[in-house]
């Protein structure tokens, strides 16, 4: 279905300049959508997105597989169609919001067989500022060794990033997020498949980045991680047909939106742990 102005808008190109200048207010939200919808090839993968995020939130994007949590990444991103109602991400439209943004996509997203170094890798979050074929020059590199430095892989940014564990590789894909300074930091999924350590190191990165005021908004399926790193909680469910979109079941802060209500509304078909109670829908026990 074809949207209107009305129904399917964002920032024009000319106060998309305006807002992203030095002139935007702070208090702005870094994230504004209203009834927002998203999606690929004109079918809704996750609508009715209506929330402002500000700077220094972290969110956690909690969900069912099927709810649509990476169509909205992908959605702040400009890589997933925008099917209605309005975004601005960093006071413009995600695609030119792009440049401001740091990602962390899944494991299973990345191709680990390139014959590219750690430090490579992570120089790579600074292409869209100098370009592929610039040098980086001494500000660039002292740049890729502080990040390097900052998620605890100085030591091994020679190696060959395919040779590095899983969680190795997740923690430079995220200095590779950081080297840039982004506004704003979109981590898909960033724990799955690590062991304990490498999680347990991931998320006291991630404290730390909370504690320094980054924004970031985090998928996962883990509440635990939830509660113990992020400061807001967006829960989706996904529809109740495979046509239907996902949906919001709860936003706000961790300690009034991380309900076992809406946990019961989003995890259908589900048992999951909140505060040491089991919750188990009726839907599944039928």
Do not use: W
């Not at 129904?7 to 305006?18: L, R």
């Not at 700077?55 to 169609?81: C, D, Q």
């Not at 300690?255 to 809406?262: K, N, Q, Y």
């Amino acid at each position: 279905m074809t949207q209107t102005p009305d129904e399917c808008t964002a920032v024009e190109p000319a106060a998309a300049d305006a807002a992203a200048g030095s002139t935007a207010d702070p208090a702005d939200p870094i994230v504004r959508l209203r009834g927002a919808a998203f999606g690929y090839a004109g079918r809704g993968r996750v609508a009715g997105l209506t929330l402002d995020i500000h700077a220094g939130e972290v969110i956690a994007l909690i969900g069912p597989n099927g709810s649509g949590k990476s169509t909205l990444l992908r959605g702040l991103l400009g890589l997933a169609e925008h099917l209605g109602g309005q975004v601005q991400v960093l006071g413009t439209t995600p695609t030119r919001a792009r440049q401001g943004i740091g990602t962390l996509p899944q494991a299973d997203t990345r191709d680990a067989g390139l014959p590219v170094s750690l430090r490579q890798v992570v120089a790579m979050g600074l292409y869209r500022e100098l370009g592929p074929l610039r040098p980086l020059g001494s500000a660039g590199r002292a740049a890729v060794s502080a990040a390097l430095q900052r998620v605890g892989l100085a030591g091994v940014a020679g190696r060959r990033f395919g040779e590095l564990s899983g969680g190795q590789q997740q923690r430079g894909i995220l200095a590779r997020a950081l080297v840039s300074n982004p506004r704003l930091l979109l981590l898909d999924e960033p724990f799955n498949g690590l062991d304990r350590e490498n999680r347990d190191t991931l998320l006291e990165l991630l404290g730390e980045l909370r504690a320094e005021g980054r924004t970031i908004i985090v998928s996962t399926h883990d509440l635990e991680i939830a509660q113990k790193a992020c400061t807001h909680v967006l829960l989706l469910s996904a529809g109740h047909s495979h046509d239907q979109p996902g949906h919001p079941a709860g936003f706000g802060p961790i300690g009034e939106a991380l309900t076992l209500e809406a946990v019961e509304h989003a995890f259908h078909d589900m048992t999951v742990e909140l505060d040491e109670h089991t919750v188990t829908t009726s839907r599944e026990t039928e």
